[in-house]
C-alpha cells in the first residue's frame, strides 16, 4: 500500500500533523486545510483515499463530501471523516452524504491506521476490477466503454485546466484484405502487435491508447502541443510500418496504419462528437491521399 495516496483535510495545523505522522508508515500523505482546497487537489489529480475534518471553517465536512458524490470523476473517491462526536445522529449523516466511514477523537493511532489500510484494500480491490472491465480482452488495452467515459473527463479537464489536447483515430489499411488472405487467427495477432507497439510509443503516463473498435485505435495527449502531437502522430505510423508484418493485399506490401488527427488549442471547446467527427474526417483524408500517414484537421 505504499503507492497509495491518502489526502488529510483539516484546518487545524496540529492535527494535520499528527494524522500524517500517523500514516507516514502505511502510504503517501499530502495534508491541506480546507474543503474548497481538497476538492480542487482531487480534481486535478485524484487520491486513493480522503480523510477529512467534520467540522471545518468555510466549506464543511459533510458539504464537501456530498459536494464529491455529485462530480462524476470524484463520486467513487473513499471519504473517512474524523469526529468527536459519534452520536447516531452524526453517523446516520456520514453514510447519507456518501461517506464510507469515520474514525473517532481521540485519535488512536493504531485504528487510525487499521481503517485506512481496510479502505485503501477495498479501493485497489475496486480499481482492479474496473481495470479488467475496462481493458479489451483481445489486445489487452483500455476498451471503447473506457474511452467512453475517460475522454468525458479529460475534455473537462482540458477546458479548466486551459490546456492544449490532441487526439489521433487510428485504422490498419486493408486490414480486411490481410484477413482474407491469412485468415482471422493471424489478423487477431496483427491486432495484438499493434495494439501493444502503439502503447510502448507512448511515453507519458497520462496519454491513453484505446481500441475503439475493429481494426480502429484511438490515442489521446492531454496537454500536448500541436508539434509535439504531430511528432508522435509520425512516430506511430513509423513504428507500425517498422514492424515489417508481410500483407501482400497493401500496396505497402507491409502492414500500415493511417491517422486522423485533431488538435485543441488552449481557448478552444469541443465535445466528444465533435472530436470524434473532425478526428474521423482527417482519418478519410488521410487514407483517401495514400495512407500509411497521418492527416490533421482543426477545425
Known amino acids: 500500500m505504499g503507492d497509495c495516496w491518502v489526502l ?3 484546518d487545524s495545523s496540529l492535527m494535520r500533523q499528527l494524522l500524517v505522522s500517523c500514516l507516514r508508515s502505511v502510504c503517501k500523505v499530502t495534508a491541506v486545510e480546507c474543503a474548497e482546497e481538497a476538492i480542487r487537489v482531487c480534481q486535478d489529480s485524484q487520491p486513493d483515499l480522503v480523510l477529512m475534518d467534520w ?4 466549506m464543511s465536512g ?3 463530501c456530498q459536494t464529491m458524490q455529485n462530480i462524476s470523476e470524484l463520486s467513487e473517491i473513499p471519504v473517512i471523516f474524523v469526529t468527536s462526536n459519534t452520536s447516531e445522529a452524526n453517523q446516520e449523516l ?5 461517506a464510507v466511514d469515520f474514525v473517532p477523537k481521540p485519535i488512536v493511532p493504531k485504528t487510525l491506521q487499521n481503517r485506512v489500510k481496510t479502505h485503501l484494500k477495498y479501493k485497489l480491490q475496486t480499481d482492479l476490477l474496473k481495470k479488467y472491465s475496462f481493458v479489451d480482452g483481445l489486445t489487452g488495452i483500455y476498451n471503447r466503454r473506457f474511452f467512453d467515459m475517460e475522454i468525458v473527463r479529460l475534455l473537462k479537464q482540458t477546458t479548466r485546466l486551459q490546456q492544449p489536447f490532441a487526439a489521433m483515430m487510428i485504422d490498419i489499411d486493408f486490414f480486411k484484405k490481410y484477413n482474407d488472405e491469412y485468415g482471422h487467427l ?3 495477432d496483427v491486432l495484438k502487435q499493434v495494439a501493444i507497439t502503439l502503447k510502448n510509443q507512448i511515453k507519458r503516463p497520462i496519454d491513453t491508447v484505446f481500441r475503439y473498435g475493429g481494426e480502429e485505435f484511438i490515442v489521446l495527449l492531454p496537454n500536448t502541443s500541436q508539434d509535439g502531437a504531430k511528432s508522435i502522430a509520425n512516430q506511430l505510423v513509423s513504428a507500425i510500418k517498422n514492424l515489417s508484418i508481410i500483407n501482400i493485399g497493401s500496396p505497402m506490401e507491409v502492414v500500415t496504419v493511417s491517422v486522423g488527427m485533431t488538435f485543441l488549442a488552449e481557448s478552444q471547446r469541443c465535445d466528444t462528437k465533435q472530436l470524434l467527427s473532425r478526428a474521423d474526417a482527417a482519418l478519410y483524408n488521410a487514407k483517401e491521399t495514400g495512407r500509411n500517414k497521418f492527416s490533421i484537421l482543426n477545425e
Do not use: H, K, N
Open 55 to 58: 467540522i471545518l471553517e468555510g
Open 186 to 188: 493471424q489478423g487477431d
Open 62 to 64: 459533510i458539504e464537501a
Open 8 to 10: 488529510v483535510v483539516d
Open 94 to 98: 456520514c453514510w447519507s452524504s456518501g
